[in-house]
């Protein structure tokens, strides 16, 4: 009997630890497309806002791993394809600035003040062209959503 019952124990113990590192996607319905791009627009404005102020206490580039990562987090699943990518580009212009704002590690205050700064500053050239990408890809984010 014993010999049933500890694979049986181990088994389950195994299974018990594994599950909890089951993807919450897995378990999430698939939404239709329109209501999966309307959660990751609030999913994502709230992260918006959230890094809007969050370079008020801490650096600039910290923001923004911290905004990606929300980013990444987000479950795209049952968005349209061209969306999901779309976001997937917007994250990355959104990362490529922080080689530029690694130079300015105390610089605190609202993140579009900061920008307006380092549009002006000694890293300018390099930063406007970056900021221009996250904007440009966000246009592609608005233009998925119309798709």
């Not at 999430?28 to 209501?35: A, G, I």
């Not at 590690?105 to 000694?122: A, T, Y």
Request: aromatic share 10%; glycine share 4%; proline share 5%.
């Amino acid at each position: 009997m014993q010999h049933v019952i500890f694979p049986f124990l181990a088994a389950l113990f195994l299974y018990s630890c594994i599950k909890p590192a089951i993807s919450a996607e897995k378990a999430m319905p698939v939404q239709k497309p329109n209501d999966c791009m309307a959660r990751v627009i609030v999913l994502d404005d709230s992260l918006g806002k959230a890094r809007n102020r969050a370079c008020q206490t801490v650096s600039l580039s910290e923001t923004i791993r911290q905004y990606a990562d929300g980013m990444e987090k987000i479950s795209y699943r049952g968005c349209p394809s061209d969306f999901t990518e779309a976001f997937r580009k917007h994250r990355e212009a959104w990362l490529a600035l922080i080689p530029v704002t690694d130079q300015y590690p105390g610089l605190r205050g609202e993140m579009h003040v900061l920008f307006k700064q380092l549009e002006s500053g000694e890293h300018a050239e390099r930063f406007k062209p970056l900021v221009e990408t996250v904007w440009d890809t966000w246009a592609e984010v608005e233009a998925a959503m119309k798709r």
